[in-house]
């Protein structure tokens, strides 16, 4: 209960909250107490913070930003050279706060300051509309493409779950026209399937993409951004293809009419056209990094000076930004630093003959690890706790780094089997025009056909176009 916006009690924990609370203080407090054979006292104190991390992300026993801080103050409590009690070799706790920081953040807060723009002065609707409109000559098959289409590209560069929200707001009226029945379903589930792909094709897109990112530069490994594009788009393009096929061939008849409302209402006052020019110019340096040399995460911050020195953002814009998802990757940063300095992946590695797998079987692995854990939990999560540990044995048995990173985290992304496995379902799933069995049927097909792809097709292919 809260008086105002102020809270006047503590939130109700759920039995499997509570459970995680108690789980997640013994976890922690075993790898402290017992010795652990083979492992510094540095890795035990990583260990414990790991495993705590484990289980209080799977049970959401607090707010998964929460639990992304606690591994930040952990590491400074425990491992830094401001430990309660100092081990050898200790991180300098400046380095673990600047987690918080790191060019990976800076990347995302442009993309964040963008996507809200193009949101605050009608962009990323009007650019829909326009965009929409070749694709309504060809009957309600086509149409559907068009959708998936333009929502994949708007989830490239904005939010999937802001780019869901602006599709249903065109999709919405198209639903109440339609008598109940499959096409309902089909048309609801297309833009969230087409959201959670288009997502994987830009470092942008989805926070598993720069939590990636952000551990493979720990590691020396740089991606630029158009790098990125090159090895996730044919997936993306093939993936959002047989999806498109897939709904279409199962809930939309040919026959069925679709009248979109395509008017194109551009704002033209000084304010929104600066932004436009901006958001232009950020994309088009993004895709040229490779010419000019300017990282991606260096011009993600061009539209934030830009923008607020122009007055065309404000104060109140960046509060809105969801901060939250920020501290998430910075979180899963914080923890793969903390897992290669106290030694904690060695250790790991050696549980398990990962060499006897070979490369081709340890990708395949990790991608449906990845696949698995993001269908229960949040993606971003999963993609916090799977890829320092993948990089570790990726580099412990000569597997290319890169290689593992993208894998993993394309693999966390194509998740969509339940409406709690992204937002972008939620939203769906919330219209009531989508079943829990529909849903989940379709995400499983498509995770499993793009997890096959994602593991035995695109790493030959990636090698043979030398980009890896």
Known sequence: MTQGSIPTRLPTLSPTQSIGLA????????????DVPGLEPAGERMLAIFLLAIV????????????????????VLLLSDQAVVVVDDPLVAADVFAALADPVIVLFLGGFLIADGAAKYGL?????????????????????LGLMLITALLSMFVSNTATTATMFAVLVPVLASLPPGSARTGLALAIPVAANVGGIGTPVGTPPNAIALGQLAARGEQVSFLGWMLLAVPLLVVVLLGAWWLLTRRFIPSDTLIELDLSARFTRTPAAMVFSAVAGLTVL?????????????????????????TGVMGSRDLQSLPWHVLWLVAGGIALGSGIGASGLDAWLLN???????????????????????????SSSAAANLLIPLALGVATGVGVDATLVGVTVALGCALAMSLPISTPPNAI?????????????????????????????????LWSALGLL
């Open 23 to 34: 789980v997640g203080a013994v976890v922690f407090a075993v790898p402290l107490v017992l």
């Open 56 to 75: 209080l992300w799977v049970t959401e026993a607090i707010p998964l930003v929460a639990t992304a801080l606690a591994v930040v103050l952990l590491q």
């Open 124 to 144: 990323d609707r009007n650019l829909a509309a326009v965009l929409l409109r070749p694709f309504l000559s060809g009957g309600a098959r086509r149409a559907v």
């Open 285 to 309: 340096l993004w895709l040229t990094e490779p010419l000019h040399g300017i990282t991606s995460s260096t011009v993600g911050f061009i539209p934030v000076v830009l923008l607020l020195a």
């Open 351 to 377: 549980l398990m003959a990962w060499d006897r797998l070979g490369a081709p079987l340890l990708v395949a692995l990790l991608v449906f690890t990845g696949l698995a854990f993001s269908t229960v939990i």
């Open 428 to 460: 769906a799933y919330a219209t009531g025009e989508v079943t829990q069995s529909a849903m989940a049927t379709t995400g499983i097909a498509i995770g499993a056909v793009g997890g096959l792809l994602l593991a035995f097709a695109m790493p030959p």
